[in-house]
C-alpha cells in the first residue's frame, strides 16, 4: 500500500459541529440491506439510509445552512466499496439544500473493517479530487470509529483551501464522541515524544483525532509504538489474506 502523506491539519479546532444518531452500529448491523449496502450495492444503500437516515437528515434543517456542499468518503469505482456514505450525502444534499461532492474520491483501500486502532492508524486513506477554494463542506459517513477516514478526508480539504463546517453519522462508534484531540493530550504527545512520534506514524501530533490521541497516551515508550506497528502492519498482512486479498 502506498504511503498517505503526513496529516498535518486534521479536523479545523474548534470542530463546528457533529451529528449522529447511535453510539453503536448494532442497530444499522440489523437492516436487512445491510450487508449489501457495505459490499457496494447502491439500492441496498437506498433502502438502509432511507429507513435509518432520512427522518435524522430532516431534523437537520436549521442545523446546517443552505448551500453547504456534502462529501463522503468513497472510492471512484463503487463495486465492493461501501455505498451508504455516498447515498447519505446525495440524500442530505437534497434535504438539506445544499450540493453532493461526487469528484473527491479515496484512491486507496485500507480496509478498516474489522481492523483495531493501530491498524488503522498505521494504514491511512488517500483522497484526490477537485477542491473549491473558501467552498462550505460538510463531511459524511455511516459509521466512524478511531475517525482517522474522516480526518484524512478533512486534511485533504483544509490544506487545498476547503472550509469543513460539520459532520453527519449514523454511528459514532468511537469513545470520545469529539473529534478533535484535548490539548493536553496533544502537548503531552509533543513533550514526550517531539518529531519522532509524527516521523513514525505521518500524523502530526495536532492533527490526531480525539480517540487517536487516547490511544497513543497509553503506550510507555516510541519503541512501543513503533513494535505495536510493525505487529498491526503483521495482522493486517495476515487478515487480507485470509479473504484472499493481496496486502
Given amino acids: 500500500m502506498k504511503s498517505a502523506p503526513v496529516r498535518s491539519i486534521g479536523f479545523p479546532n474548534p470542530f463546528p459541529k457533529v451529528f449522529w ?3 453503536t452500529d448494532s442497530p444499522l448491523k440489523r437492516h436487512s440491506q445491510y450487508r449489501a449496502a457495505k459490499a457496494g450495492s447502491q439500492a441496498a444503500a437506498v433502502e438502509v439510509v432511507g429507513d435509518l437516515a432520512l427522518s435524522f437528515l430532516s431534523r437537520l434543517t436549521g442545523e446546517i445552512p443552505p448551500g453547504r456542499c456534502f462529501v463522503a468518503p468513497h ?3 463503487a463495486t465492493g466499496d461501501n455505498a451508504i456514505p455516498q447515498v447519505m450525502a446525495a440524500a442530505a444534499s437534497l434535504l438539506l439544500r445544499g450540493t453532493l461532492e461526487h469528484e473527491i474520491v479515496q484512491t486507496t483501500r485500507v480496509y478498516h473493517t474489522g481492523a483495531d486502532a493501530m491498524e488503522r492508524l498505521a494504514y491511512r486513506p488517500m483522497f484526490s479530487g477537485p477542491i473549491f477554494r473558501n467552498r462550505r463542506y460538510v463531511l459524511v ?3 466512524t470509529n478511531l475517525g482517522g477516514t474522516l480526518a484524512e478526508l478533512s486534511d485533504f480539504l483544509g490544506i487545498h483551501g476547503g472550509i469543513v463546517e460539520g459532520c453527519i453519522l449514523l454511528v459514532n462508534a468511537g469513545r470520545s464522541k469529539e473529534l478533535i484531540p484535548c490539548p493536553k493530550r496533544v502537548k503531552l504527545l509533543t513533550v514526550r515524544y517531539g518529531k519522532d512520534l509524527q516521523d513514525q506514524i ?3 501530533p495536532q492533527a490526531l483525532t ?3 490521541a487516547d490511544y497513543l497516551i497509553g503506550f510507555r515508550s516510541l ?3 513503533r513494535n505495536r506497528i510493525l505487529k498491526a502492519r503483521k495482522e493486517t498482512n495476515l487478515r487480507l489474506r485470509s479473504k484472499g ?3
Avoid: L, P
Fill in 21 to 23: 444518531i447511535w453510539d
Fill in 202 to 204: 505521518q500524523v502530526a
Fill in 141 to 143: 459517513d455511516d459509521v
Fill in 223 to 225: 519503541d512501543e509504538i
Fill in 210 to 212: 480525539a480517540n487517536g
Fill in 75 to 77: 472510492a471512484r469505482e
Fill in 245 to 247: 486479498i493481496a496486502s
